[in-house]
């Protein structure tokens, strides 16, 4: 986000809105968990615990987070088998939905006899769950106030499937498993804008040529300017010369302007939110094509990923798989998975 201090969502009087970029603990006050305290209801539906702009937002704030993310997607669109209920297209933004925002919601479209011809996904950013059991609404944020509601749409009760990535705060929406290491995401985007800005401002180059040297001429003087801006286009980055016989000590000096490099710590920032976030998705570096910084390596990539399917892709198969135990239909079916096999070098 390029302003992660925006006010995301309204809350009503006397509830304090979560934002996110907000620098507090999750324990401290009334922070994001505790913004479902009492389940403050908007028209005929409960709003949920942060706010859906925010999180839809928040899938391109880091490179490592959107490839962890578009990895398991991916796993899962290889094993999908399309049925007649779900087409690929279909099964990818579900994926994309669940995983993402930590809610999927499944559509009925019925045929002319009233039994499910398709389901097709409604997005999570702009669905919510109405106050009655079974009622559910797609809503419209108003274009100038992103939390208030220009305008809803009410399903027919019993036509929306709804999972969840569970959430130990409230039980009517889910929450993404990631959500802890949001944090992590911004710093690192916050880090890498940073450093665009700095680069773009022109404050990285140049330094100080401080010449107090009494043995220089007028004409040395002159020589080193016309040497220095020389120093351009091909064959930059030349070597300088410089010799003053009987010359004082720091009689030359060169003092760079841009000490940013050595304060912002800008590696190692990128660095430990980028392993934040690969925790918070329990991916396997080398999986995501993470160059080692050891002579060692991250180890066998074929061992990583079966451990790694077994362990996330395939519980992940498991909650799609719930729409058919709701429907009573084979709507999500897999492939099984075949191991990585480890042959001959050829």
């Known amino acids: 986000m390029t302003d992660a201090t925006q006010q995301l969502t309204a809350a009503p009087a006397g509830i304090e809105a ?60 290889k094993h999908f088998v399309p049925s007649r209920w779900m087409d690929a297209a279909t099964h990818e933004r579900a994926a994309l939905d669940f995983l993402q925002m930590g809610n999927l919601f499944l559509e009925m479209i019925p045929n002319v006899a009233r039994k499910p011809m398709a389901y097709r996904v409604s997005p999570a950013l702009h669905t919510r769950v109405g106050t009655k059991e079974g009622y559910f609404y797609w809503v419209k944020p108003d274009t100038v106030g992103l939390g208030s509601i220009a305008s809803g749409h009410e399903f027919a009760p019993g036509s929306i499937i709804h999972l969840r990535e569970p959430d130990v705060g409230q039980e009517i929406y889910g929450l993404p498993e990631w959500l802890a290491a949001l944090n992590s995401g911004l710093l690192n985007e916050a880090a890498t804008l940073f450093r665009r800005r700095y680069y773009k401002n022109g404050a990285h180059a140049g330094f100080i040529f401080y010449l107090s040297e009494p043995s220089m001429s007028d004409d040395d003087v002159k020589k080193i300017r016309d040497q220095l801006r020389g120093a351009k286009g091909v064959g930059n980055f030349k070597n300088l010369f410089l010799h003053a016989p009987n010359g004082k000590k720091d009689g030359v000096q060169i003092m760079h302007l841009s000490e940013v490099a050595a304060k912002d710590e800008f590696l190692n920032i990128k660095n430990v939110t980028r392993d934040d976030l690969l925790v918070a998705h329990r991916t396997p570096p080398q999986v995501l094509g993470i160059i080692p910084q050891n002579n060692g390596g991250f180890g066998d990539v074929r061992t990583a990923m079966d451990v790694f399917f077994s362990n996330e892709i395939m519980p992940l198969m498991d909650v799609m798989r719930q729409v058919n135990d709701i429907t009573g239909l084979p709507v999500v079916q897999y492939r099984d998975y075949a191991p990585m096999m480890v042959g001959p070098a050829s």
């Open 18 to 77: 979560f934002t996110f970029g907000d620098d507090v603990s999750v324990v401290d006050g009334r922070s994001l968990w505790e913004y479902f305290d009492g389940a403050w209801i908007n028209a005929d539906w409960y709003e949920p615990p942060v706010p859906f702009v925010g999180l839809a937002k928040c899938y391109r704030m880091s490179p490592h987070h959107q490839s962890a993310i578009k990895l398991k997607v991916n796993l899962l669109k």
